[in-house]
């Protein structure tokens, strides 16, 4: 099984090959620079799936089984401190069928959400508050966030595993009846 994940991000590479190594026996995993064609910063649930799905697309070609592609974006939620909720979004394809999972989500503290709607990227303000550069490609907010009880390559792992599950279920999602 030959897989290419669209993103150099070195944790979206070990998530997908920590999950997909559990799926199949043989598992070669190797990553692309593509363009998520969408803005840096991803806003609602409609841009972000589809950066997810670019990115998934655009890695893809013959010579692979899978391509894998992940985006993390805000999306709007009442009733929460801020009023959004950070979910990572991935998608999967075949070069036929595209699958779709999602991450548990959680909440960036007030300070970050209120400069991302002032057009500054999530990175860069929990860079800035951590003191740790480029935490999004080491242990992620969500580690820093949750007491390293939750890293940011488990929190990716959920939403390729939820991405998974038609495929690991033939039988039951894609039957021709």
Known sequence: MKVIVGSMNPVKLNATRNILKKIYNNIDVSAVNVDSGISDQPFGLNETIKGAINRAKNAFSDEYDLSVGIESGLMETPNSLTGYIDLQWCAIFDGDILTLGVSSGFEYPPE?????????????????????????????????????????????????????????????YFNDE
């Not at 709607?117 to 860079?127: A, R, Y």
């Not at 550069?133 to 990716?156: C, F, I, P, W």
């Open 112 to 172: 970050v959400v209120k400069e991302v709607l002032n057009g500054v990227e999530v990175g860069d303000v929990m860079d800035k508050i951590t003191g740790v550069e480029e935490l999004g490609q080491k242990k992620g907010a969500v580690s820093y966030l949750s007491h390293d009880m939750l890293n940011r390559t488990e929190n990716t792992e959920q939403c390729v595993l939820t991405a998974m599950i038609p495929r690991m279920n033939k039988d039951i």
